[in-house]
Nanobody
Framework: QVQLVESGGGLVQPGRSLRLSCAAS????????ISWFRQAPGKEREGVAC????????YYADPVKGRFTISRDKAKNTVYLQMNSLKPEDTAVYYC?????????WGQGTQVTVSS
């Protein structure tokens, strides 16, 4: 069964860190471009970070640049999003997306809430 499962979300105070995980089953993540998206209440889903297949080049949206890091663990077939210096505006449901050519998979999302 092809599946993407996110984990690692939760409630955290501003300035703290969280690491989100995106684990794949039924396919090999390394062949796919992996992106993290987020959707805050009342807002459209937006891209946060992306890591390409092959050379593993990365891209970050301006609001998270310098604070978030996306990485792969090939052995665990998992992609991570390390989020540091979290801000209240980072509060959202975070989704993992795997894409290659016309094939695309989404996870169910994990809630991140940044609040004091």
């Amino acid at each position: 069964q092809v599946q993407l499962v996110e984990s690692g979300g939760g409630l955290v105070q501003p300035g703290r860190s969280l690491r989100l995980s995106c684990a794949a089953s039924g396919f090999t993540l390394d062949y796919y471009t992996i992106s993290w998206f987020r959707q805050a209440p009342g807002k459209e889903r937006e891209g946060v970070a992306c890591i390409g297949n092959g050379d593993g080049s990365t891209y970050y949206a301006d609001p998270v640049k310098g604070r978030f890091t996306i990485s792969r663990d090939k052995a665990k077939n998992t992609v991570y999003l390390q989020m540091n210096s979290l801000k209240p505006e980072d509060t959202a449901v975070y989704y993992c997306n795997a894409r290659i050519f016309v094939n695309e998979y989404w996870g169910q999302g994990t809630q991140v809430t940044v609040s004091s």
